[in-house]
């Protein structure tokens, strides 16, 4: 599989996500905040009709009688608590005109969820932009492995973790190489990344093309890093040193280290025989690893920046894709079909894929994370414990005053009105300077009112009738006040309904299964009599 160049210039992918406009703002006026109905898309309908027979007939394939994992399970029925009144809301109330409005409780899943999902995205990405990524030009480096070795990533976080280690050494002794006036040690010149572990593509894992693949989902990794190596102390100063000679071929060279690096250490942990090692050597190219390199965002395109990082730490379905062609009323049928559209045609040339409701559970069930699994990391000097990483991260960020810093910042973001210093050139930093610490809020999570504020252009607690502001009074659990609140405003006071597990397909079809022969006649005299009486030796 062949390595793609580092070139931004003349990339698709580049000119994709960077840009000069700035993130939208939200609308002071006219945006109105609706309250998602979760029940009315494709995906409610699925799980709430077919998540029973999935799990029973997943726990009669299991030869051991386990089925789906328990964290897969509880993903799904968590979900079909997400967003529904009569499980739990918050209750708001205009301060002026005491109009109220009722928010249903979020799930918080990390793998079904598509409203959960992009909460989590929007949080990451506004995180990493504002008080994590310096204002220093950052590259989106994309490793992919052979799909012999997937299976080890996806069933064991070890062999994850130790892939990602080989890849991000191997990128640090490469972008040192590539950034003049950088320290020749490599020690002394370090890396700034964000990982981000990938189990999908661009469309659902199928099961349909290997075995492999039906075990595996597509296991690969998206790191962003500054384009460049850190290197100094704080003593003496902090200096950027930016990667301005990469080349393509230094692309092809970082897939071949890391093709040979894996595969070594494969060997030495006994998970590969030398002869499956020796094989996956003489494959053509670089054997299937596939190092890309070709997006890059300037420290200034904070907006493209953003953009880039919910890209990586995006969930792995997304809803405006997945389409009934019938009624959703219908989706309660096991013969069912949906539409997933495709962003771009997949390797058979296909633009969209048919799947059954117990299809999509399939799919969707490989793809639910374990728990106390990261979704992302730091490494290098981004990493939480690095000695340089408050001076780092400050690095490039403008430079605000008393009363900008007590201010309430804005719901949205806007460009960096600070610029970098020019391409090729390093960029210091004292511990005192025109570049000092920007002071930062210590919370890394954002309100929810800010992140749909940021992402949708509206303010949930902003009054529909009069303008106002609306705040948070109580939050109603108890079912049997959430249920006289609900049929008092003529809402649905019960939780949709889950079917239960349907029959065997056998006992569906009503098959007539009865006996040919009567049973009430005796049995039939045998044609030959056999002498069944014990030997006369035989001691009884």
């Known amino acids: 599989m062949a390595s793609h160049a580092p070139d931004p210039s003349s990339s698709h992918t580049a000119r994709r996500w960077s840009g000069s406009t700035a993130a939208p703002a939200y609308r002071p006026a006219g945006a109105v905040y609706r309250p998602r109905r979760p029940t009315k898309t494709p995906l409610y309908p699925v799980v709430q009709h077919h998540l029973k027979t999935f799990l029973a007939e997943a726990q009669d394939a299991d030869p051991m009688g386990w089925g789906v994992p328990r964290w897969v399970e509880r993903d799904f029925r968590s979900y079909l608590r997400c967003g529904i009144l009569a499980h739990g809301f918050a209750r708001v109330r205009c301060t002026d005109c005491g109009h109220n409005r009722l928010l249903a409780f979020s799930c918080k899943g990390r793998g079904v969820c598509p409203s959960c999902n992009a909460r989590r995205m929007a949080e990451v990405a506004a ?93 690969h990794y ?4 500054l384009d460049g190596v850190v290197s100094g102390d704080i003593e003496h100063g902090v200096r950027f040193h930016e990667a301005t000679s990469l080349e393509a071929r230094d692309a092809q060279a970082l897939a071949r280290t890391v093709q040979l690096r894996v595969l070594r250490w494969f060997a030495r942990r006994g998970l590969l025989d030398p002869s499956t090692v020796a094989d996956m050597r003489t494959w053509q190219g670089t054997g299937g690893f596939s190092v890309d390199g070709s997006v890059r965002i300037e420290g200034e395109d904070r907006a493209g920046l953003e953009r880039l990082v919910r890209y990586c730490a995006r969930g792995p379905l997304a809803l405006e894709r997945l389409h009934a062609p019938a ?77 900008q810093v007590n201010a309430e910042p804005p719901p949205s973001a806007g460009p960096a009105s600070h610029s970098v210093a020019p391409p090729g050139h390093a960029q210091k930093l004292a511990p005192t300077g025109p570049l000092a610490a920007t002071p930062r809020s210590q919370s890394s999570r954002m309100l929810w009112v800010q992140l749909l504020a940021r992402i949708y252009e509206v303010l949930p607690l902003l009054c529909p009738v009069c303008g106002g502001d609306m705040r948070i009074i109580s939050f109603i659990t108890v079912p049997s006040t959430v249920e006289r609140i609900l049929l008092h405003l003529d809402l649905p006071h019960r939780p949709p309904r889950v079917s239960p597990a349907r029959d065997p397909p056998q006992a569906e079809l009503h098959l007539d299964q009865s006996p040919t022969f009567d049973l009430a006649a005796p049995e039939p005299i045998p044609e030959y009599e056999f002498d069944q009486s014990a030997p006369h030796d035989w001691e009884i």
């Open 127 to 219: 995180h990493l932009t504002d008080e994590v990524i310096p204002h220093l030009p950052v590259r989106q480096w994309v490793l992919s492995v052979p799909k012999r070795l997937r299976p080890f990533l996806h069933q064991t976080p070890e062999v994850a973790s130790g892939v990602l280690g080989i890849f991000l050494r191997a990128l640090r002794s490469a972008l040192r190489d590539a950034s003049p006036g950088a320290p020749a040690a490599v020690r002394d010149a370090q890396l700034g990344a964000i990982s981000f572990p990938q189990r999908f593509g661009s469309s659902l894992p199928s099961k349909t093309l290997s075995i492999e693949d039906a075990k595996s989902p597509h296991y």
């Open 222 to 225: 998206h790191v962003l890093a």
């Open 327 to 403: 009624d959703i009323g219908g989706l309660s049928s096991p013969e069912a079909r949906l539409v997933y559209r495709l962003p771009e045609p997949d390797v058979h040339g296909r633009q969209e894929l048919r799947l059954t409701p117990i299809e999509l559970l399939e799919r969707l069930a490989r793809l639910v994370p374990p728990p106390r699994i990261h979704r992302h990391r730091y490494h290098g000097v981004l990493a939480p414990n690095a000695r340089l990483r408050s001076t780092v991260v400050s690095m490039g960020r403008p430079m605000l005053d008393e009363s």
